[in-house]
């Protein structure tokens, strides 16, 4: 089966930088979008970044553009995230996921839209 397993995450000072993978198993991780998403306690999930499945498009949410970058091996089945300048507000458990698209140029920033998800690993950035 389809297995999503992140992992980098940690406690960082602000400012501070993290570097999160994400490794697939069980798919042709080329015929998939790769997203990051992200839920704070108390709040829905919601988009980070999406690369899709060839690196033609990258989108970042507004919050994190400039800071954060995503990038993809495809040899080695695998999404990261680069993290930096880190604030506090990235707090969050971050979630990779997988959204199987039909072109080079598919991609979502809804999480409806994707097909597998990892477990989380959690981010935390102190003051």
């Known amino acids: 089966q389809v297995q999503l397993v992140e992992s980098g995450g940690g406690l960082v000072q602000a400012g501070g930088s993290l570097r999160l993978s994400c490794a697939v198993s069980?798919?042709?991780?080329?015929?998939?979008?790769m997203g990051w998403f992200r839920q704070a306690p108390g709040k829905t999930r919601e988009f980070v970044a999406v690369?899709?499945?060839?690196?033609?498009?990258?989108y970042y949410a507004v919050s994190v553009k400039g800071r954060f970058t995503i990038s993809r091996d495809n040899a080695k089945n695998t999404v990261y995230l680069q993290m930096n300048s880190l604030k506090p507000e990235d707090t969050a458990v971050y979630y990779c996921?997988?959204?199987?698209?039909?072109?080079?140029?598919?991609?979502?920033?809804?999480?409806?839209?994707?097909?597998?998800w990892g477990q989380g690993t959690q981010v935390t950035v102190s003051s």
């Open positions: 690369i899709s499945r060839s690196d033609d498009i990258i």
């Open positions: 996921a997988a959204d199987f698209v039909a072109t080079n140029y598919g991609y979502s920033q809804s999480p409806g839209s994707y097909d597998y």
């Open positions: 069980g798919a042709t991780f080329s015929r998939y979008a």
